[in-house]
């Protein structure tokens, strides 16, 4: 069963700033790994789905990158703004192989942007 | 807009008293999951249905039961809450035809009296 963790548990930088979230995984053998967004009491906004074959995604400012071999996964967001601040979880399936499965979830960063 | 919906947003219960948190989806998705999102954690799969099948994690309590009628519609009941269950619940969706992603309902926030 995969663990995900993620690196920080918070940031607060100013506006404008890139910055680069991260996320590792236990077992290599991954499906895929999708981003999500959480606003406070809201539910789950996916961001990214990166395939097993993929290296990486791209969407406006947000790029994540895949590396399956060393089990991590970037998320980066350029020039960032004050309505990105909130929790970004990483997750990938939870069983080696399986795309249909459950999530295992990170615990996630929590995001500020300073204006 | 094609969408994950679920009912009601907001829940409040008695200790023991049954409930039912409703998810419906126009997405046409062949997969349906109930997660359990407690205050500050990760969310945590309870079970997911594929296609008909439904298939329940190891650690999910007994308390726990889930119907899917029909492909739209799937119902997660607690047959007794206990303060331990007050969570937000969440309902999400996927499909072989986009790579699984998973697409969340906007959660129900339980509240257990």
């Known amino acids: 069963k995969q663990e995900v963790t993620q690196i920080p548990a918070a940031l607060s930088v100013p506006e404008g700033e890139n910055l680069v979230l991260n996320c590792s995984f236990t077992?290599?053998?991954?499906?895929?790994l999708q981003w999500f967004r959480q606003d406070p009491g809201k539910g789950l906004t996916s961001l990214l789905l990166?395939?097993?074959?993929?290296r990486e995604q791209t969407s406006g400012r947000l790029n994540a990158s895949l590396d399956k071999s060393s089990g991590r996964s970037t998320l980066y967001i350029a020039a960032s703004q004050p309505g990105d601040s909130a929790t970004y979880l990483c997750?990938?399936?939870?069983?080696?192989?399986?795309?249909?499965?459950?999530?295992?979830f990170g615990k996630g960063t929590h995001l500020i942007i300073q204006p | 807009d094609a969408m994950v919906i679920q009912n009601p947003r907001y829940q409040v219960t008695q200790f023991g008293k049954p409930v039912t948190l409703s998810c419906s989806q126009t997405?046409?998705?062949?997969?349906m999951y109930w997660y359990q999102q407690k205050s500050s954690q990760a969310p945590k799969l309870l079970f997911h249905?594929?296609?008909?099948?439904?298939?329940n994690e190891a650690d999910t309590p007994d308390n726990f039961q889930s119907r899917r009628p029909n492909t739209s519609f799937c119902f997660l009941d607690i047959r007794s809450p206990g303060l331990g269950d007050a969570a937000m619940y969440l309902c999400?969706?996927?499909?072989?035809?986009?790579?699984?992603?998973?697409?969340f309902g906007p959660g129900t926030r339980l509240t257990v009296l």
């Open positions: 077992d290599s053998a991954i499906y895929n």
């Open positions: 999400a969706t996927s499909s072989r035809e986009q790579g699984y992603t998973q697409y």
């Open positions: 249905y594929y296609d008909k099948d439904f298939n």
């Open positions: 997405l046409n998705h062949n997969v």
């Open positions: 997750a990938v399936p939870m069983y080696s192989g399986g795309g249909a499965d459950g999530l295992t």
């Open positions: 990166i395939q097993s074959s993929q």
